[in-house]
């Protein structure tokens, strides 16, 4: 008996795809096209266990449609710019192209042994030069378009890597990277007006059928319309009236004072002329700008001085500058109902300003303390004093009296707005995308030329000292006016590295075009038919996408149907695994020891440091992460057991949707059923080819079920499922009795249906058992409807609802004959003992259930 060595056999495989071309994607027009699409990775240098299983699902949809018949697009690439280089840079004292173009080769060679049916031609990163110098054209069509423009802006900035933080790089109010606290500070920044495409963008998500509804919900929810009541309060001294927005405008008998960011104009006017109320500002500057800072930050505040009037009451409120309210959203300035807010609740008691409650819940009129009272807008309150007459009523229908009233009596104006904030792509750093514009000082700014493009990055740059590399190279920053000619200077600051994403997936259409698309190609590819990424990326990067289709489809770069850039959307669960924490030992450093998988053993229910009694604090089911050391490095798996192996167990411990914990003995369960297939094919060419056999035609109703339940699993993602059916089939065929002709068909059969899961063991079962041309190419399986027709049913028979028995019945059976076989079934007979049911209860084609 031969044996399926997957460390000979793989490699030979992936040799014979790669001569056949066969994951070349070629523009075929009389075919229908697929397009599938990981989210392409950051090359940090090694693959984990968590790329295995996200490129293995992309890898099952793409060989699938493959042995459907249709051309299909199945790209690689890596989103390679970002402060990870630079930082790796300053600690190593290289560079980051060389750091980036290093890892990407290594992770290239990780990934090529997996047999992933890639086209590596189509192979970018953003930080390819052809690639981020389409990205500048892009910039420049944007800005002849006024998709893109620059203005002045409150934004998160570290001080220690000196530059702008998006607001998910802040983490608890500091810089994800380098780990200091915060600061808010105006910088003149350039950004794309997303905004102006918020109700287009929200709009369309009930289109988006193929994507999960809870992405769906993340990104209404960013985007965030809401209708709210805009008017302003007269000031006492009869300067210009401070204009607010509210979504809350029934709260308004509770005001108790007005509140004004600390970037408000008011604001601005006191520093400029008190330093002490400059200071104040400036440390109420501190922290960042996401809800979840603004939320745990110390509420901080500054009386004004001055007056405002309530404009129903007449009653003058104090105006407080405070640091919970940000300037880029409404208008900067609030009214405070402490009463039915936990922030400005916390603020008033803070200092001591009153809190009036508003309303009560009907069954309790208990005053607020410390915790607003904030129900859901469609809850029904008892209301004090409503200036509408309103006593018992919800939410939503006071905001819409008040809306009513305001709008009547000429005080108000009800206008929707959204949480969705233009896209600010500026940052002050070295390795990304050069923003394509030049200053001028006669001229102002000025885009470049588009026969100048690409701007290339300099590589002669240090990194000895805190800022942004590029200010500090005049020969790379001077330059000459694109316009007059004049000395002038390039802009310094390169482009947020979600640009670098929002559009590669366009670019996989024609790499090679010398314009960002080439439109031939993007109308037959477009739209991607299966995009497969991590949850992480439900709100920013697609949000971004789509904006950016929508820009390219107005710049001409592509087609109107890939306005919604990504038909369907899975987004994949992790792969876990233990970590191991040594209690006892530090780090050299001092820092928490962790060791990796393959240092530790199990032993009496205990886990130890291989070879050693230092027993190891375990912590279950963690997220894979370099810095706990409880990665598992896919090459080790492809060594000890095969590639098909890594990709059997990814897909089939879970529902693809939720982690899947990473164990050494799964692993070994996946590799032994695998060896168990070889086997079964060995021994059925080893069969006697003209010996009869027994139940050809039950194997091959077999065939065909498993045909159909593959066929629909692999089609809904259900790839745990499918698999669940393969276990099943083999056993069926281990276990007939059939022909040798029967038994090969089954075999063959089975190699196709496990070729887009484990396609290096199909191919080598397909060619043992004389099979034409590779597997990949063979026309995908067809269940026969005929033969899924059952003429019999098996029934469970139980007794006291405990099951004792099963009978087998013709499909059509009448339910009388059916009672008839069940009372005469030796089980029952002995179970009544002479008497009659009490009763007795057919569900045909179902259950049999006889009380006794």
């Known amino acids: 008996m031969s044996r399926y060595t997957a460390s000979e056999l793989e490699p030979k495989w992936q040799k014979a795809w790669e001569e056949a071309g066969v994951f070349t994607a070629t523009r075929d027009d009389s075919k229908e096209k697929y397009y599938v699409l990981e989210m392409f990775p950051y090359p940090s240098g090694k693959l984990h266990m968590g790329h295995v299983r996200n490129y293995t699902m992309g890898d099952v949809i793409s060989r699938y449609k493959m042995s459907c018949g249709f051309s299909v697009l199945h790209p690689m690439g890596f989103d390679a710019f970002g402060m990870p280089a630079e930082n790796a840079a300053m600690a190593i004292g290289g560079h980051p192209k060389t750091w980036t173009y290093e890892n ?49 802006a409150i934004v998160n900035w570290d001080p220690v890597d000196m530059t702008v933080l998006a607001n998910e790089q802040v983490e608890n109010g500091c810089g994800w990277r380098s780990g200091a606290p915060v600061e808010r500070r105006e910088l003149t920044q350039w950004f794309f007006k997303i905004s102006d495409y918020s109700d287009e963008l929200l709009t369309a998500l009930d289109g988006l059928e193929n994507w999960p509804a809870k ?34 405008p029934d709260t308004l008998n509770g005001a108790s004072f007005v509140g004004i960011s600390p970037d408000h104009p008011i604001s601005k006017e006191l520093e400029a002329d008190n330093p002490e109320v400059a200071a104040i500002l400036a440390e109420m500057r501190k922290g960042g700008t996401t809800e979840e800072a603004i939320e745990t930050a110390e509420k901080l505040g500054y009386d004004t001085g001055i007056k405002a009037k309530h404009p129903l009451t007449g009653a003058e409120l104090p105006v407080w500058i405070a640091n919970f309210i940000l300037m880029d959203y409404g208008t900067g300035a609030i009214f405070a109902c402490p009463a039915h807010d936990q922030r400005d609740l916390d603020f008033c008691r803070k200092y001591d300003l009153p809190v009036i ?35 018992e009523a919800t939410g939503e229908d006071a905001i819409n009296v008040t809306i009513d009233l305001a709008e009547k009596d000429g005080w108000g104006e009800g206008v929707t707005k959204f949480r969705l904030r233009d896209w600010g792509l500026s940052r002050q750093r070295y390795w990304g995308c050069p923003i394509p514009v030049v200053h001028c000082d006669s001229c102002g700014v000025v885009p470049e030329k588009k026969e ?36 002038a200077k390039r802009e310094t600051d390169t482009m947020d590295t979600f640009v670098d994403s929002s559009w590669y997936f366009a670019r996989f259409t ?38 950016f289709a929508r820009a390219m489809q107005i710049c001409g770069h592509l087609p109107d149907k890939a306005i919604e850039p990504f038909d369907a959307l899975f987004t994949q669960g992790m792969v876990t695994h233990e970590i191991y924490e040594n209690t006892t030992r530090k780090t050299p450093e001092g820092r928490t020891l962790y060791h990796y998988p393959e240092e530790v053993e199990k032993r009496d229910g205990n886990t130890y440091v291989k070879g050693t009694d230092e027993q190891l604090k375990v912590t279950p089911s963690a997220k894979m992460s370099k810095s706990k050391n409880n990665v598992v490095d896919p090459i080790e798996i492809i060594n000890s057991y095969g590639a098909d192996t890594a990709r059997w167990f990814v897909l089939s411990d879970s529902p693809p949707e939720r982690d899947v914990e990473w164990t050494a003995s799964g692993a070994e369960a996946a590799a032994k059923h695998l060896n168990r297939v070889w086997n079964l094919c060995d021994r059925i060419g080893e069969m006697d ?50 022909s040798y002709k029967a038994q090969r068909e089954a075999i063959m059969t089975l190699a196709q249906l496990m070729a887009p899961m484990t ?22 399986p067809k269940a026969d409807e005929s033969l899924l027709v059952e003429s019999a049913v098996t029934m469970p028979i139980q007794i006291n609802g405990k099951r004792r028995a099963e009978i087998s019945v013709p499909v059509d059976m009448a339910k009388e004959e059916i009672e008839k076989l069940a009372l005469a079934h030796d089980a029952v007979v002995k179970a009544l003992d002479g008497g009659a049911p009490k009763k007795l209860i057919v569900v045909p084609g179902r259950i049999i259930n006889v009380v006794v």
């Open 104 to 152: 990407i080769d290594t992770m290239v060679e990780q990934m090529k042994p997996l047999g992933l049916s890639l086209d590596w031609s189509r192979m970018f990163a953003t930080c390819d030069v052809e690639y981020y110098g389409q990205q500048q054209a892009l910039f420049l069509d944007f800005l002849e378009k006024g998709l893109v423009y620059r203005k002045n």
């Open 215 to 248: 992405v769906r919900l993340m990104q209404e929810n960013w985007i965030g319309k809401s209708r709210g009541l805009q008017f302003s309060f007269e000031r006492v001294d009869g300067e210009e009236p401070i204009t607010v927005y509210t979504t809350r």
């Open 357 to 391: 409650d508003t309303f009560f819940a009907l069954d309790n009129e208990t005053p607020v303390e410390n915790e607003a009272f904030v129900p859901m807008k469609s809850e029904k309150v008892k209301w004090v004093n409503h200036f509408a007459g309103l006593d």
């Open 452 to 487: 100048n493009l690409p701007i290339e990055l300099p590589f002669d740059v240090s990194f000895d000292q805190p800022g942004n590399p590029l200010d500090r190279h005049p020969t790379w920053r001077d330059c000459a006016c694109p316009s007059c000619g004049a000395p």
């Open 510 to 547: 024609a790499p090679d075009a010398e314009t960002p698309t080439d439109m031939a190609e993007a109308e037959y590819w477009m739209n991607v038919d299966q995009y497969i990424g991590g949850i992480e990326h439900a709100i920013l990067h697609l949000l971004y996408s789509r904006f």
């Open 689 to 738: 080819k003209d010996a009869a056999g027994q139940g050809d035609e039950d194997l091959l109703r077999e065939v065909h079920k498993a045909i159909r339940d593959v066929t629909l699993g692999v089609e809904s993602f259900g790839f745990n499922a499918a698999i669940a059916k393969l276990y099943g089939f083999t056993n069926t065929i281990q276990k007939c009795k059939a």
């Open 759 to 780: 396609p290096h063991l199909a191919e080598d079962i397909w060619a043992h058992q004389g099979g034409e041309g590779l597997v990949i190419n063979a026309p995908w």
